[in-house]
């Protein structure tokens, strides 16, 4: 019956093990402060703004549980019939793999010894009960001898010991405190899985009572029955299982004897039952229904100090020869029950969540960049890193991709110091100054002399930039082109650029066309070291496209200034 049983429950365990791998726990987000103490939240404000690595461990639920199982007891009397107790906690964790919990539980166990015994000379349960007196065989005098055995007078020599077969009904409970450590949270290569492994082991306290049934309803031995099985055992019956069958047909359900306790008045007594100090050590499964469900199997075994569990202590000796016996009775508790996580603005009981779940994310997807910021030596100051400048250039001088001071007529004469930017071939050579030496002969008589080139032709025909419909932000294309601007005007260093911003039909066309004309400028400015006196602010003008902000050449004597205030700032801006 009993190898049944347990069958039955491994099935059930192999079967909620196969649907619950495929159910993934849910983790929390480390960035949520809602989850997090108000003692802890110093460390999570570190941790939001880069400053300490580690997040604060969230606030977690509760556990309450509830349970149902099987009682039995480990002790001289073999255990049989077992009866449902019930048993509840509550559960929190103080880590990832470390909680506590405070478990009660209250059950009854039975016992049915199937081998019948004569040596009960010390259990008051049994004894007078089952002894008859036989006036033979007596003392020195002729006369039965009396002897005392703890509170009970018996007769030796003189004394018919019937049989009885030992069984016992205890109803225990206990209250322990117990330490759990989960064994399969943290996992490396699996996120989660809706199975939970677990131990524990904790102290408490243990009250029992235990009764043995040694008379029927009518309050008569079963003498007769016993003895009558104890003869024809051998004959009869086949195995024990046949003598236990016996035994329930012949008697009642009663345990109406008091079996042997621990007496004396120093014993603790709850309620007039036996307290006793107890250990606890067991394991269990959990299994995830749901966030806040799961259903959990343990089993857990119960050492309590004292040997009376099963109402029985002494060995089997011959009479007046009595042997205590020296171990202790223990019980087992079978239980499958129903979990629950209670508790608001908190993630899940934390030996639910695998801790490597941050870690590993960071290493994937990085919520926080620090990349020290580069350092592009450039000792001459021209735009031109060292690593790729081929000439350490006089400040102030435009040069090319390479570093190369430019020298845009090819004179010799680099255009920071050529006062004479355009040297004509046949002008050539020229003097320090870059100013060239036109010969003049009858050829050249009435012909009129190259002029200097004015900065529209020095930058050429500059880009204009477009807008998205109804938006001020500049576009990654938008700031290509603008670094294009940036670089003519590095290359031409005397001349300047007008910005010019179209339409003003009403205050929010105006407002839009000022934000533009406004990015631009910044843009420049900020972001690729254009000197401001170099840039002439206009808005609002009329005779272009909207969305359109163009960029010119500053015309000679060309003056205006590189900011103006905000025509309506209170327009919002998109």
């Known amino acids: 019956m009993a190898s049944k049983k347990y069958i039955l429950l491994a099935g059930i365990i192999c079967l909620l093990a196969t649907g619950s791998y495929a159910q993934m726990g ?103 009960t089952y002894s008859t007196p036989i006036m033979i065989a007596g003392g020195a005098s002729g006369q039965p001898t009396l002897i005392k055995a703890g509170t009970n007078t018996l007769w030796t020599g003189s004394t018919q010991w019937d049989n009885v077969f030992y069984n016992y009904k205890t109803k225990a409970q206990d209250l322990s405190l117990q330490g759990v450590f989960t064994l399969n949270n943290i996992r490396f290569h699996k996120s989660k899985t809706g199975f939970n492994m677990y131990g524990f082991a904790g102290i408490g306290v243990t009250v029992f009572d235990a009764n043995v049934n040694a008379l029927n309803e009518n309050g008569n031995s079963y003498a007769s029955l016993f003895n009558s099985i104890a003869t024809s055992s051998t004959f009869i019956y086949e195995n024990r299982n046949d003598i236990r069958d016996a035994l329930k047909d012949g008697m009642d359900d009663t345990y109406e004897t008091p079996a042997e306790n621990e007496g004396g008045i120093r ?13 606890t050590i067991g394991a269990g499964f959990a299994f995830k229904l749901s966030n806040r469900l799961n259903l959990a199997i343990e089993d857990r075994h119960t050492l309590v100090k004292t040997d009376l569990l099963d109402g029985q202590r002494w060995q089997e000796h ?24 209670i508790g608001g603005k908190a993630v899940e009981p934390l030996w639910w969540l695998n801790p490597l779940d941050y870690a590993y994310s960071e290493i994937r997807n990085p919520r926080l960049m620090r990349l020290p910021k580069p350092v592009l030596p450039d000792s001459d100051l021209d735009g031109v890193t060292d690593q790729f400048d081929q000439e350490q250039t006089p400040e102030g001088c435009p040069v090319d991709t390479h570093g190369v001071t430019r020298d845009t007529d090819g004179d010799g004469v680099p255009d920071c110091k050529d006062k004479e930017l355009i040297t004509p071939t046949y002008c050539q050579p020229v003097d320090a100054d870059g100013i060239g030496k036109c010969p003049c002969d009858t050829t050249c008589v009435g012909k009129q002399m190259p002029m200097t080139p004015q900065c529209s032709q020095l930058l050429g025909a500059l880009p204009s930039v477009g807008f998205a419909k109804n938006s001020v932000k500049l576009s990654d294309d938008a700031k290509r082109l603008l670094a294009v601007v940036a670089d003519r005007m590095r290359n031409s260093p005397g001349c300047n650029v007008v910005v010019t911003g179209y339409c003003a039909g009403n205050k929010l066309e105006q407002q839009r066309s000022w934000d533009r004309v406004n990015a ?6 900020e972001k690729e070291g254009v000197s401001g006196d170099r840039l002439i602010f206009k808005y609002g003008e009329e005779g272009g496209d909207c969305d359109t902000v163009d960029i010119r050449a500053a015309n000679e004597g060309e003056e205006g200034p590189n900011t103006v205030p905000a025509p309506h700032p209170n327009l919002r801006k998109n």
């Open 520 to 525: 631009i400028i910044n843009y420049l400015i």
């Open 26 to 128: 849910a983790s929390y987000d480390v960035k949520d402060s809602s989850v997090i103490p108000s003692k802890r939240m110093p460390q999570h404000s570190e941790f939001l703004n880069g400053t300490y690595n580690f997040p604060a461990k969230p606030r977690n639920q509760w556990e309450i549980g509830l349970k149902v199982g099987a009682l039995t007891v480990s002790g001289d009397v073999p255990s049989v019939f077992p009866t449902l107790g019930f048993g509840a906690h509550v559960r929190k964790a103080f880590g990832y793999v470390f909680s506590m919990r405070l478990e009660y539980l209250y059950g009854t166990a039975k016992g049915q010894s199937w081998n019948p015994s004569t040596g009960y000379a010390r259990n008051t349960a049994w004894v007078p």
């Open 318 to 341: 011959a009479l007046g020869s009595p042997v205590l016996t020296p171990d202790y009775d223990s019980y087992n508790y079978l239980t499958v029950g129903l979990n629950i996580n």
């Open 267 to 279: 014993r603790p007594k709850l309620g007039g039952n036996t307290l006793k100090p107890s250990g």
